[in-house]
């Protein structure tokens, strides 16, 4: 187990999903049912997402070590294009994202209906996200997928837990803009690390 590559997946994901619309997601759906099934559920759909990200990183590790890293450095240096476009309208498109996740919470649901809700909510809304992206990047530039995969959940865990537990406080006391636009200094630090990788080879 490496640390190092753990706390690099938790702090790209992390930053990456948390002016995401996932934070939005999970605190809507926190308002309609039991915050802690709302979480399970959410979280489970994060698991599955990230092992099918950490799989298709773990195939890519197959392609010549030239190709692999060229690609990593392209998904982020797209990454940070696609934060910093996004990052002028993203306060604003909050209230937009909230409502269009409290229109697909339907009525308060049992403690198991409500976790099955909250999966299938998220599972459908965050397929080929930037945030699967990153992860297949990061397996393929470390060749390290348990450790990514530890790291990138953990991360998207942890902003659906902030979600459901704070979202309403913190979103009073952070701007989505802000943080999309930290977002994508992470991605270009990413691919200019690597960038000096492929270099120094």
């Given at each position: 187990?490496?640390?190092?590559v753990?706390?690099?997946?938790f702090?790209?994901?992390?930053?990456?999903?948390?002016?995401?619309?996932?934070?939005?997601?999970?605190?809507v759906l926190?308002?309609?049912?039991?915050?802690?099934?709302?979480?399970?559920?959410v979280?489970?759909?994060?698991?599955?997402?990230?092992?099918?990200?950490?799989t298709?990183?773990?195939?890519?590790t197959?392609?010549?070590?030239?190709?692999?890293?060229?690609?990593?450095?392209?998904?982020?240096?797209?990454g940070?294009?696609?934060?910093?476009?996004?990052a002028?309208?993203?306060?604003?498109g909050e209230?937009?994202q909230?409502?269009?996740?409290?229109?697909?919470?339907?009525?308060?649901k049992?403690?198991?209906?409500?976790?099955i809700?909250?999966?299938?909510?998220?599972?459908?809304?965050e397929?080929?996200?930037?945030?699967?992206?990153?992860?297949?990047?990061?397996?393929?530039r470390?060749?390290?997928h348990v450790?990514?995969?530890?790291?990138?959940?953990?991360?998207?865990?942890?902003?659906?837990?902030?979600a459901v537990?704070?979202?309403?406080?913190?979103?009073?006391?952070?701007?989505?803009?802000?943080?999309h636009?930290?977002?994508?200094?992470?991605?270009?630090?990413?691919?200019?690390?690597?960038?000096?990788?492929?270099?120094?080879?």
């Amino acid at each position: 187990m490496d640390p190092t590559v753990i706390a690099v997946a938790f702090g790209a994901i992390f930053v990456v999903e948390l002016p995401d619309k996932t934070f939005i997601a999970a605190l809507v759906l926190s308002t309609r049912y039991k915050p802690l099934a709302v979480w399970l559920g959410v979280g489970l759909a994060f698991g599955v997402q990230t092992l099918v990200a950490v799989t298709a990183g773990t195939l890519a590790t197959l392609l010549p070590d030239t190709v692999i890293k060229s690609v990593a450095v392209a998904i982020f240096l797209i990454g940070a294009l696609v934060l910093l476009r996004t990052a002028p309208g993203a306060d604003a498109g909050e209230r937009e994202q909230e409502e269009e996740f409290a229109a697909r919470a339907a009525e308060p649901k049992t403690f198991l209906k409500a976790g099955i809700a909250s999966f299938l909510v998220l599972f459908a809304a965050e397929w080929g996200d930037l945030s699967q992206l990153l992860t297949i990047s990061l397996v393929a530039r470390f060749h390290d997928h348990v450790d990514v995969f530890i790291g990138a959940w953990a991360a998207l865990l942890t902003v659906s837990g902030l979600a459901v537990i704070a979202g309403r406080v913190l979103l009073r006391y952070m701007r989505l803009s802000v943080l999309h636009y930290i977002g994508a200094a992470v991605c270009a630090l990413l691919a200019v690390a690597t960038v000096v990788e492929m270099v120094a080879a």
